[in-house]
């Protein structure tokens, strides 16, 4: 006999786990199926890790620069299996932190390799030993993986996949970065900033390729400012692990082919979707590029099938999954949840300097038909910043020229990734130029950037 509830959670990360929550809060009866660890990859394997690595290289890049603040802090060092264990100590903290919610909020946790059997029927799988589950309705959200490039597998000796970069054996001395999206960009900081040579290689014309193109640009200048070399319109052509380190032909813009040697290379060229050998082919559920097609409150082609998070369309971020876990949870309890509008999910990178954006860029806003108001203020204007020691970096936003509506905003710099979530308030709310002028920033902030950033698209900016 079947074990039955009302929703079965087919995954537990960022995405599965809030949508069994909210199911639950709702009086639903929930249980949710984990291969590995609850909290999915980004409690586990990305986000929160990634941060507790980048927190140390922050505060190394302090130390080594202590100076500059007129404190001495003579030879400082680091033990790099201390700074792994603080990050793997950190996701441990929070994977427990899960366990408790699961609960705290009477939703049963159910470990093992889940299958959707039939429609409304799951079949789990812990070391042979099957259990099966029905209910109603189920959420598929099984997230994904990294892609690996076709000539050349992840070994996580010298060529690494983000799991390996965020547990490392041995610190690189030459790192070769293979994408510069925000993973990629990310762990080129983290071991840039802990003293290796890195060289970042992207196919496209510039780095961050969906941020804004200044921003690319401004991000360009300043890892070649702290040592990085940065390749753009190049493709890696082989990798090969020579046993001393990594072997790599690039094929460079002019079409000329570069070979060089590194210790060890991080290919962080995007995602492939977990969607194989779950039982979706035979239920005929539709997909694009591998990725779940659904609607806006996550209803898959199949009914009684939901899909959320990073195996269906993107953006492929934490807080999308969890919105989009919301949605679900509440339009499976018979609510009338809004769809979510793309165009207010921020975006955040840590790496150093930090990017964050929300919104159009200006060229899309152009593309989109809009006539554009652009403001851009620089941190060198800001006092805050200038105390911080933080003084490169801008805010730049987009308005609708005819009606002021606030079509995106894109910051660099110290803390952006901290300040984004005000613009996406304003953008959520529909605000217009004349509210966001006439709202107050408190002094001394790096926030007061974003009112000048404001004012400077209406020929007002204060102190620039
Ligand atoms: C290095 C790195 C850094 C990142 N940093 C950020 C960041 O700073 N901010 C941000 O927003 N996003 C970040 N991301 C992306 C973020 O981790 C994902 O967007 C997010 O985890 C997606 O959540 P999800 O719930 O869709 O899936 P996941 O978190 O991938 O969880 C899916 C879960 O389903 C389980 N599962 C899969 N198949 C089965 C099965 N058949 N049976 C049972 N269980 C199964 C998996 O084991 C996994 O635990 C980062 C990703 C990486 C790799």
New binding site residues.
Partial sequence: MADTYDLIV???????YVAAIRAAQLGLKVAI?????L????L????IP??ALLRTSEIYHYMTHAEAYGLSNEKPGFDLAKVVKRSRGVAGQLNAGVKGLMKKNKITVVE????IAAKGKLI?DKDGKKTELAAKDIII????R?RDLPFAKADGERIWT?RHA?TPKEMPTKLLVIGSG??GV?FASFYSDMGAEVTIVEMLDRIVPVEDHEVSEFLTKQLTKQGMKVITKAGVQSLVNTGKGVKAEIKLADGKIETNEYSHAIVAVG?VP?TE??GLEALGVKTTKGHIDTDGQCRTSVPGLWA????TAPP??????SHE?IIAAEAIAGKHPHAMDVRNIPG?T?SRPQIASVGLTEAKAKEAGYEVKVGKFPFIGNGKAIALGEAEGFVKTVFDAKTGELLGAHMIGAEVTELIEGYTVAKQLETTEAELIETVFPHPTLSEMMHESVLSAYGRALHF
């Fill in positions: 087919l995954g537990s990360g960022p995405g599965g199926v984990e291969r590995e660890l909290g999915g990859i980004c586990n394997w990305g986000c990634t941060k093992g390799l889940g299958t789990v959200a099984t997230g994904a990294a983000y965020m925000a993973i990310e995602i977990n050998n779950i959320i998070g990073d195996v492929w971020l934490a807080h999308k999954a876990g955040c840590y």
